[in-house]
């Protein structure tokens, strides 16, 4: 058997092709209307992979392929699955960084160059920033600090820690929320009759098409993303953990499944040197 993260669960299910999956049943044992058929078939594939990984990979899955954008110092690389529950890589934060603009107009062989620059100097941006852009203006003649990005690593368990009926009712209870505030006003109500299962629109600048909510695209979209912040991103959340905790709580996969979708194993936890 083999752990693997929930960030990894993730890019193994959004890498599917999603939209058109067809998997029978229910996301949870009460409705949520507002959720679009993509958002409705991650949820449901993250249910069957916790369930029967075996069904899921056979049936359902479609390979991991890495893909390397050159927009972050770590991209590309082939996930790890690891061999013990208490490895420390499973528990730890995932931090990125990302290429700066003036590296990333320079082309690919560029950003390999600093991506291995990088390495040299990175553990200076915790205990000496200031000499870590000087450095950066020395060697790449820019002062740019590259944005870090820390993506909560939830690891195998949860990170709350709550029981199954602890999850259900935090479940519940965002259900019943999201249906108070559909219902507090005509403006919510109209709004998210349109548009509540396209709250990715909150986060675009275009024009919104077809907008004959009588509100203006500002007034959509600042609806759209409290909604999506409040409700829908914390109900997604729940509910994976539900499945998690329900059918598979350590995310425990075969080893073979994931030596074939390119996972690779891990360097700490497969190190016969510490055993």
């Known amino acids: 058997m083999a752990y693997i993260t929930q960030y990894n669960l993730k890019k193994i299910i959004f890498n599917s092709d999603i939209k058109d999956l067809m998997i029978d049943g229910e996301i949870y044992k009460f409705p949520f209307y507002n959720f679009s058929k993509y958002e409705k078939n991650q949820l449901l594939a993250i249910k069957e992979l916790m369930k029967s990984p ?9 390979p991991y392929k890495t893909i390397d954008t050159y927009s972050y110092v770590y991209e590309g690389k082939q996930p790890a699955f690891h061999k013990t529950s208490v490895c420390p890589r499973l528990k730890s934060n995932f931090t990125n960084f990302e290429i700066p603009t003036e590296i990333k107009d320079k082309g690919q062989e560029t950003v390999i160059e600093f991506r291995v ?61 999201a249906g108070r505030f559909f219902y507090k006003d005509d403006k919510n109500k109209i709004i998210l009759r349109r548009f509540g299962k396209l709250t990715f629109l909150a986060y675009k600048t275009e024009e919104i098409y077809n907008n004959d909510t009588g509100y203006s695209d500002k007034e959509v979209r600042e609806l759209l993303k409290y909604y999506n912040e409040e409700f829908k991103k914390p109900l997604k959340k729940y509910l994976i953990e539900y499945y998690r905790h329900k059918y598979n709580p350590e995310i425990i996969i075969e080893g073979y499944h994931l030596d ?15 055993y």
């Open 54 to 62: 075996d069904s899921y990979f056979t049936e359902i899955y479609k």
């Open 260 to 274: 074939h979708l390119g996972f690779k194993s891990c360097s700490h936890c497969f190190d016969k040197t510490r």
């Open 117 to 177: 620059w990088f390495e040299t100097v990175k553990h200076l941006l915790e205990n000496k920033p200031d000499v870590f852009v000087e450095r950066l203006r020395l060697r790449w003649a820019i002062v740019t600090n590259p944005k870090a990005l820390d993506y909560d690593n939830s690891g195998c368990i949860s990170i709350e820690n709550l029981t199954q009926e602890e999850i259900e009712a935090k479940i519940d209870s965002l259900i019943k929320e």
